[in-house]
């Protein structure tokens, strides 16, 4: 049975591949991910389109994982904001998950395809995401890896949903998290900081989806030209939460928008607005958001800093988190973060979550100093490319998820 071999407590009861073909005719496949290789799917008995995502254990125990949590989290969840899990099977070899299709666009494409875009569309974009993520928190769930890319139209109708995809990173809260993983610019506070987490990391990542949504430009962002130091400042910008409504980017957005965005992009996480309480504010459930045209300042930025159909740009995240890495036992001279607190040489108590200025203290100390070459940890991942900088760079061989942006510790 599809679902059966894989309930907890169960003697392992595996799949024949001939389990999976019997039942679905699987297509060419679509494209190569990090984890997974995606497929279209047809039901043969109904004849119904999904997509299929394909797992191999061989490729390791960060796959077979990141398959396994994707099933168990999926099945805990139905929200018709939420790509549904339609069926998954295991096999010796393999992990098969079926998700629904959703044949829609991407929101950027949505908005440069439109005659009239205004905040009120962003309204009712983010209105759809906050209410599926205030469902996850209800679960305890924490999406962990929300961007843009993981925000699609179900379908290509007028007026169809938003879907929210991709539950490879997410993860039941049971007490705080320690491990730190995201994409880059969606980061929170917390997370480059190496503090305990939970939730609000979704709420910072919907905050600057939304500020991307009204200005098509990323929050934080970096001119420099060495990959090192734009990494380095842009850390420090998000630690700091160091981001402007600029002219005349947001000349013509509402007070209200802006009040929301400053409300999500909190650097405190313990004052960070809840995905619930955003339901509730006037932008999203009132009459605040403007129905004022914004769409030419909007695709201007967004063709200037994503190219359309190109805009997932490769990244390189290295010496930078080498240095963020806690501190090991027996090397007094190490400097980095403890798990969301910088020792205290006087042995005075860990900041409370949320406090950041000490955090961005022992940030900058931790990058005074050029790490060895021989330490440099280079870590592959898609993310936005800094504003005003438009020239191509490598494409990703993967989806662009930073499965764990800093180093882990070695398995036993």
């Keep these: 049975m599809p679902f059966g071999c894989l309930t907890l407590g169960q003697k392992k009861d595996y799949n024949n591949p001939s389990d999976v073909a019997d039942k679905y005719d699987l297509g060419q496949i679509v494209k190569s991910e990090e984890f997974c290789e995606i497929f279209r799917a047809k039901d043969r008995n109904t004849l119904k389109m999904s997509t299929c995502k394909k797992f191999h254990k061989k490729d390791g125990r960060k796959v077979r994982k990141a398959a396994k949590n994707e099933i168990m ?47 009120r569309d962003t309204s009712n974009v983010m209105r759809q995401v906050l209410e599926a993520v205030a ?44 491990d730190p ?44 030209d060495e990959d090192d130091d734009r990494d380095k400042n842009l850390f420090l910008k998000i630690l700091s939460g160091d981001y402007e409504f600029d002219s005349p980017y947001w000349d013509d957005i509402s007070d209200s928008a802006k009040t929301l965005v400053a409300s999500l992009m909190e650097v405190d996480q313990d004052q960070r607005l809840t995905a619930q309480e955003a339901i509730a504010h006037e932008w999203i459930s009132g009459n605040a958001a403007s ?9 201007a930025q967004i063709e200037k800093n994503f190219a359309k159909a190109k805009w997932k740009k490769a990244v390189r995240v290295t010496t930078l988190m080498k240095r963020l890495r806690a501190s090991e036992p027996g090397d007094p001279g190490a400097s980095g973060l403890v798990e969301g607190a ?40 898609v993310s936005l490319p800094s504003a005003g900088r438009q020239e191509e760079q490598p494409q990703a061989p993967c989806n662009g998820d930073v499965t764990q942006v800093l180093p882990e510790k070695k398995e036993d």
């Design 73 to 119: 989290i999926l099945k805990m969840v139905k929200h018709h904001n939420i790509l549904q899990l339609v069926d998954a099977f295991e096999t010796k070899k393999e992990y098969f998950l079926f998700l629904e299709l959703a044949t829609g666009r991407e929101v950027f494409d949505w908005i440069l395809d439109q005659g009239y875009y205004s905040e």
């Design 135 to 178: 469902y996850l928190h209800s679960l305890k769930i924490v999406h962990r890896n929300l961007k843009l890319e993981n925000l699609v139209y179900f379908n290509r109708l007028k007026h169809s949903k938003i879907v929210i995809s991709d539950f490879q990173l997410a993860k039941l809260e049971k007490g705080f998290i320690k």
């Design 181 to 224: 993983c995201g994409t880059p610019e969606y980061l929170a506070p917390e997370v480059v900081g190496r503090q305990k987490y939970g939730r609000p990391v979704d709420c910072w990542a919907i905050g600057v989806i939304m500020y991307i949504l009204l200005s098509g430009n990323p929050p934080f962002y970096d001119d420099a």
């Design 291 to 299: 129905d004022k045209n914004i769409k030419d300042g909007v695709c």
């Design 342 to 381: 910088a020792a205290e040489p006087s042995g005075a108590p860990a900041p409370a979550a949320g406090g950041s200025n000490l955090f961005a203290a022992s940030l900058k100390a931790a990058l005074s100093e050029k790490a060895p070459e021989t330490q440099t940890a280079t870590i592959t991942a």
